[in-house]
């Protein structure tokens, strides 16, 4: 089966402009997260859509971060406006419902962001 | 929150057995046990998982404490391309049934 695939795979942008990250699940994946990795630190969980709704938030910078997840199918993350500790790995997660903790999740490779 | 604590850091000898443990003293009942590794420049990967008894796949042999404070995850011959970041981790209560990742054990192998 095909993985989980995000673009861009690198992104350069200077701080205070805006990016975008995509994000297409596994078929069939219900739920799908978004984590940040700082360099060196394990992956933090931004959010958390079940299907085309969300389920927790709120660990999400809300005043500059955004994600939607249209269809219950892709989804984007945006950042509007960047700033420099925003620099870091942004990773899609898909697992086949919310019970992450019998199936596990499949991690995409990741944006690498990195603000200047 | 049931928190787990790994070492920091691991060195292996190629295609010797490596036994990378994990304390969660705090543990629940209900906690199951997940194993990841992240390999250099890529997203997480998912190794094994269980709840009481221990585990078995192709990747590894996950053994669990008869009183599941602790556990342990067996690679039965490391190679380099083993070397990775391992993350053991519990189920989150607070977190809904997300997984929390804390920041593992860097495994190193040698040929």
């Known amino acids: 089966e095909a993985g989980v695939a995000q673009s861009p795979r690198y992104k350069i942008i200077e701080k205070r402009q805006s990016v975008a990250f995509w994000c297409n699940p596994i078929?069939?994946?219900?739920?799908l997260y978004w984590y940040q990795q700082i360099l060196g630190q394990g992956p933090k969980l931004l959010i958390q859509f079940q299907n085309n709704g969300v389920v927790d938030d709120s660990q999400l910078p809300k005043d500059r971060f955004s994600a939607e997840r249209l269809k219950g199918v892709d989804s984007t993350l945006k950042i509007q406006p960047a700033k420099l500790e925003d620099s870091a790995v942004y990773l899609c997660?898909?697992?086949?419902?919310?019970?992450?903790?019998?199936?596990?999740?499949?991690f995409g490779s990741g944006t690498r962001l990195t603000v200047v | 929150d049931a928190k787990t604590t790994q070492p920091n850091s691991m060195e292996s000898n190629e295609e010797e057995p490596v036994h990378l443990p994990c304390n969660h003293s705090t543990i629940s009942g209900t906690d199951y046990i997940h194993w990841y590794r992240q390999l250099p420049s890529q997203g997480p990967e998912y190794v094994i998982h269980g709840l009481t008894s221990n585990v078995n796949n192709r990747m590894a042999s996950l053994a669990i404490a008869e009183d599941r404070k602790s556990s342990t995850l067996i690679l039965h011959r490391a190679t380099l391309r083993d070397a990775a970041v391992y993350y053991c981790i519990l189920r989150d209560n607070n977190a809904g049934n997300m997984l929390t990742f804390g920041g593992g054990t860097r495994l190193m192998v040698k040929p």
């Open positions: 078929s069939g994946h219900a739920t």
């Open positions: 997660a898909s697992s086949p419902d919310a019970r992450a903790y019998l199936y596990g999740y499949t």
